[in-house]
């Protein structure tokens, strides 16, 4: 199923580039440039990717090492409760109701 998704993405790519080679001119501060259209949405589309990833970058990091943390306190846990196990198991009779 992916790759047929892949697929029509990118023959709705091709598509969108072929209908939009007409050269269009941007002027940037002091730069004049002059290129085919469906590139300077690609260039569009690739920086506000790359702006997007730079923004979420820090809280992946921070979800990241909470998780961590998360799991090393897991894992004490873990360790409490199986020597809390091994203990009760050389000791039967402390665990027995005494009624």
Request: proline content about 3%; hydrophobic content about 45%; glycine content about 8%.
């Amino acid at each position: 199923m992916r790759k047929i998704i892949i697929t029509i993405l990118l023959v709705l790519a091709a598509v969108f580039v072929l209908e939009n080679t007409q050269n269009v001119s941007i002027t940037f501060i002091s730069w004049h440039l002059s290129l085919p259209l469906a590139l300077i949405i690609g260039i569009g589309l690739g920086v506000g990717l790359c702006i997007g990833i730079l923004i979420l970058l820090p809280s992946i990091v921070r979800q990241k090492l909470k998780i961590s943390g998360h799991n090393k306190e897991i894992s004490a846990l873990m360790s409490k409760i199986e020597g809390q196990d091994t203990s009760k198991s050389k000791n039967p009779d402390s665990s027995a109701d005494h009624s």
